[in-house]
């Protein structure tokens, strides 16, 4: 029913800049969460940025002042802009959706998944 479909990741030098695109379709649900989580081989899956369906954002640490989640309602698309990237950012990045809030940053409370895109931040 949703898809997910994640995009704008590539390889970039430390203290630039990527927006990574997620294009959600078969979105039938009132109130959902949706959210940017991260991953490296070997370790936790862990969320980066959460944004509620009336626009309320919640960052990680790691990432506040840095990242900037927002969506386009019209267009069915989420974001993450990513600025002062750092090598330790290098990670497969997500796209997700809780469609039963609330949603924090645990992956077990989403339901829906996108493919994922690789971001490469080189020192």
């Known amino acids: 029913q949703v898809q997910l479909v994640e995009s704008g990741g590539g390889s970039v030098q430390a203290g630039g800049s990527l927006r990574l695109s997620c294009a959600a379709s078969g979105l039938t649900y009132r109130r959902f969460h949706m959210a940017w989580f991260r991953q490296v081989p070997g370790k936790e899956r862990e969320g980066v940025a959460v944004?509620?369906?009336?626009?309320?954002?919640t960052y990680a640490d790691s990432v506040k002042g840095r990242f900037t989640i927002s969506k386009d309602n019209a267009k069915n698309t989420l974001y993450l802009q990513m600025n002062s990237l750092k090598p330790e950012d290098t990670a497969m990045y997500y796209c997700a959706l809780a469609a039963f809030p609330p949603a924090t940053m645990r992956a077990d409370q989403y339901n829906y998944w996108g493919q994922g895109t690789q971001v490469t931040v080189s020192s």
């Open positions: 944004i509620s369906s009336n626009g309320n954002p």
